[in-house]
C-alpha cells in the first residue's frame, strides 16, 4: 500500500503539472489545492516512524488513528440506542438532562430497559400509595463532640475541584447550590473565589495535598486551614482518605493545567506537576486519624468534620469502627465512596479494578457502625454513580442518610459524557481550562439547571416514596427494593445483604 502511495503521488504529480503548463487557469489551480495537501499529508504519513499503521497505509491509517481517538464520541451521538453506553446510557442521561430543563418530565410507550435481565432492579409499590410523604429531605449532621451542626439536604454536588473543572463550571455548581438550598463539596484542589461566586453553602474538603492549607514542603498547615474553616460560607469539612475511582493512589496535577491562579490557591509552584500522595502526613493510623479530626473541629470552630473513603478490607473498616468506639470519639460524618465512582483522570487499572462497590461497601460500613454501637452517633453519605431518584432510594435503604453526586451534576451543566475530562479539550466547557472553551458554559443558565437537576431528582424520590406507600425516607427499608438474581430467582435487598449485628 506504501508504494502503492509513492506511484499514485508521482502520476497525480505529473499530471498536474502538466495541467498547469498545458492549461493554466483557475481549473487547474483548483486542482492543485485538492492534490498537493493530500500528496503533502500522504508524505508525512509513510515517511514518519511512530506508527505503523500510517506508514503502511498512508492518510487511511491517519483516518483510521482518529475514528479510533473519537470512537466513544461517534458511538454516543449516531451508534448506540438508549439503553448502551457507559458510564451512564442514554435513558439515565436524557432523565438528568430533562430534570435540568425542568420540562417534559415524562416519557410515552413503556420503559425501554428489560425487566427480564438479571440485574434489573426495581421499587416495590403499594396497592395503597401514601397521600402525602411528611419529610423535608433535609439531615442535622453534627454529633455530640460537634459545636455548629448543619442541616444538610439529602443530596449535595460532590467534590470537583478548580482545576478539574473550569471556572464556570465551578460557578455554576455554586450559583445551583445557593439557588436550591444544598451544599457544594470543594474537592482536594483548595477554596477559591469560583467556590464563593454566589455564597452557596461549602463542604471543604482536604485530600493527601492538603492544597489551600498546606506548607511548602507539602504538609498541614493548621493556621491557613482555621482562615479558610472560619468563613461563614464553609459549613462542614470532608477529609478525603480515599477515592472510589482510585483508592490507595495519589492525584497529579499536570503542568500545562497549573497556571498561575490554581498555583495560587493550592499554594504550589505554577507550571509544575504537583503529585498528591497516596496517604496522609498528617496521620499515619486510626489513632492519628481520631487526633486530626479533633483538631480540625477545634481549628474549625466545632464545624462538623467527616471523612471520605472507599472501602478495602472488610476487616480494615471493622478495625477504623473499633478505634471510634475505643476512643469514644468519630467523625460528625463519613462518605463512602463506591468503586464506581468517577475522577478526571485515574490510573488505568485502579479505575476498573480496585475499591469495593457502592452497595456492598455501604452495606457493610451501617453494619459495622451498628455492631459498634456508633451508627447513631455519625451520618453516612453515599457517593458513587448516583444519579437518579431510584440510585438514591436503593443507597438508602442500605443504609445511607444522603447522597453526594458529581457526575449527576456535570450532566446538568451541559456534559455529553465525551470522556474528555482528562485531555483539557472538553468540548462544553466543563472540564478544561481553555478560556474559549470555558466561554461556552454559560453561568446564569447552567447554575439554573444545576438548581433543576436537585430540584426535580428530589420531587421523583418524593414519588417514589409516595408510590411505596411510605411517608418519609426512615420508612424505606431493603425489603422495598428487589433483583433478578437469574432468569427464574429475584430477591430483595433484604435478602441480598441481609442484618448482619441485629
Given at each position: 500500500m506504501r508504494n502503492h502511495f509513492f506511484i499514485v503521488s508521482a502520476v497525480l504529480l505529473t499530471g498536474l503539472v502538466a495541467a498547469l503548463v498545458l492549461h493554466p487557469g483557475w481549473h487547474s489551480w483548483l486542482l492543485a489545492a485538492l492534490i498537493l495537501p493530500l500528496v503533502g499529508w500522504g508524505l508525512v504519513d509513510a515517511l514518519q516512524t511512530s506508527s505503523n499503521l500510517r506508514r503502511t497505509y498512508p492518510i487511511f491509517g491517519s483516518l483510521s488513528e482518529l475514528l479510533e481517538k473519537q470512537r466513544h464520541v461517534v458511538q454516543?451521538?449516531?451508534?448506540?440506542?438508549?439503553?448502551?453506553?457507559?458510564?451512564?446510557?442514554?435513558?439515565?442521561?436524557?432523565?438528568?438532562?430533562?430534570?435540568?430543563?425542568?420540562?417534559?418530565?415524562?416519557?410515552?410507550?413503556?420503559?425501554?430497559?428489560?425487566?427480564?435481565?438479571?440485574?434489573?432492579?426495581?421499587?416495590?409499590?403499594?396497592?395503597?400509595?401514601?397521600?402525602?410523604?411528611?419529610?423535608?429531605?433535609?439531615?442535622?449532621?453534627?454529633?455530640?463532640?460537634?459545636?455548629r451542626p448543619y442541616s444538610v439536604s439529602r443530596l449535595n454536588i460532590g467534590g470537583m475541584s478548580y482545576g478539574s473543572i473550569s471556572s464556570h463550571a465551578t460557578q455554576a455548581l455554586n450559583g445551583g447550590a445557593a439557588l436550591g438550598g444544598f451544599a457544594h463539596n470543594t474537592g482536594e484542589g483548595g477554596l477559591t473565589p469560583h467556590h464563593e461566586k454566589f455564597g452557596g453553602d461549602l463542604i471543604f474538603q482536604i485530600g493527601t495535598g492538603y492544597f489551600g492549607c498546606r506548607t511548602e514542603d507539602g504538609r498541614f498547615d493548621p493556621d491557613r486551614f482555621a482562615?479558610?474553616?472560619?468563613?461563614?460560607?464553609?459549613?462542614?469539612?470532608?477529609?478525603?482518605i480515599s477515592q472510589g475511582a482510585k483508592?490507595?493512589?495519589?492525584?497529579?496535577?499536570?503542568?500545562?493545567?497549573?497556571?498561575?491562579?490554581i498555583a495560587a490557591y493550592r499554594g504550589v509552584e505554577a507550571g509544575t506537576e504537583v503529585l498528591s500522595p497516596p496517604h496522609h502526613s498528617a496521620f499515619e493510623d486510626a489513632d492519628g486519624l481520631i487526633a486530626f479530626i479533633r483538631q480540625l473541629r477545634d481549628l474549625s470552630g466545632g464545624k462538623p468534620i467527616g471523612i471520605k473513603l472507599c472501602l478495602g478490607t472488610p476487616e480494615e473498616f471493622d478495625s477504623l469502627a473499633q478505634a471510634?468506639?475505643?476512643?469514644?470519639?468519630?467523625?460528625?460524618?463519613?462518605?463512602?465512596?463506591?468503586?464506581?465512582?468517577?475522577?478526571?483522570?485515574?490510573?488505568?487499572?485502579?479505575?476498573?479494578?480496585?475499591?469495593?462497590p457502592m452497595a456492598e461497601a455501604l452495606h457493610h460500613a451501617h453494619q459495622t457502625l451498628r455492631r459498634h454501637g456508633l451508627r447513631e452517633r455519625t451520618r453516612l453519605f453515599a457517593g458513587g454513580k448516583i444519579l437518579t431518584s431510584f440510585d438514591m432510594a436503593?443507597?438508602?435503604?442500605?443504609?445511607?442518610?444522603?447522597?453526594?453526586?458529581?457526575?449527576?451534576?456535570?450532566?446538568?451543566?451541559?456534559?455529553?459524557?465525551?470522556?474528555?475530562?482528562?485531555?483539557?479539550?472538553?468540548?462544553?466547557?466543563?472540564?478544561?481550562?481553555?478560556?474559549?472553551?470555558?466561554?461556552?458554559?454559560?453561568?446564569?443558565?447552567?447554575?439554573?439547571r444545576v438548581a433543576n437537576f436537585h430540584k426535580n431528582t428530589l420531587h421523583g424520590l418524593r414519588e417514589l416514596l409516595t408510590a411505596a406507600g411510605l411517608r418519609s425516607l426512615s420508612e424505606l427499608r431493603k425489603d422495598r427494593i428487589y433483583r433478578r438474581v437469574s432468569e427464574t430467582e429475584v430477591r430483595s435487598f433484604a435478602e441480598i445483604y441481609p442484618d448482619i449485628y441485629g
Open positions: 454516543e451521538v449516531l451508534l448506540l440506542d438508549r439503553k448502551e453506553g457507559r458510564p451512564f446510557n442514554w435513558i439515565q442521561k436524557e432523565i438528568a438532562y430533562k430534570r435540568a430543563d425542568d420540562e417534559h418530565k415524562s416519557q410515552p410507550f413503556g420503559t425501554q430497559l428489560d425487566y427480564g435481565s438479571v440485574g434489573r432492579e426495581w421499587l416495590a409499590h403499594s396497592a395503597f400509595p401514601a397521600t402525602a410523604v411528611e419529610d423535608d429531605f433535609r439531615l442535622l449532621v453534627g454529633g455530640a463532640e460537634c459545636d482562615e479558610i474553616a472560619e468563613r461563614e460560607t464553609v459549613k462542614m469539612v470532608e477529609i478525603k483508592p490507595g493512589y495519589g492525584a497529579i496535577l499536570p503542568a500545562k493545567k497549573n497556571t498561575e491562579e471510634f468506639h475505643a476512643a469514644d470519639s468519630l467523625p460528625d460524618f463519613i462518605t463512602i465512596d463506591g468503586g464506581e465512582g468517577g475522577t478526571g483522570a485515574a490510573h488505568l487499572d485502579s479505575l476498573h479494578w480496585v475499591g469495593m436503593k443507597v438508602i435503604s442500605l443504609g445511607a442518610d444522603a447522597c453526594f453526586s458529581a457526575r449527576g451534576m456535570m450532566l446538568a451543566l451541559g456534559c455529553v459524557q465525551s470522556l474528555k475530562c482528562n485531555l483539557d479539550t472538553c468540548p462544553t466547557g466543563i472540564t478544561t481550562m481553555d478560556p474559549q472553551r470555558v466561554r461556552s458554559l454559560v453561568v446564569a443558565d447552567k447554575k439554573v
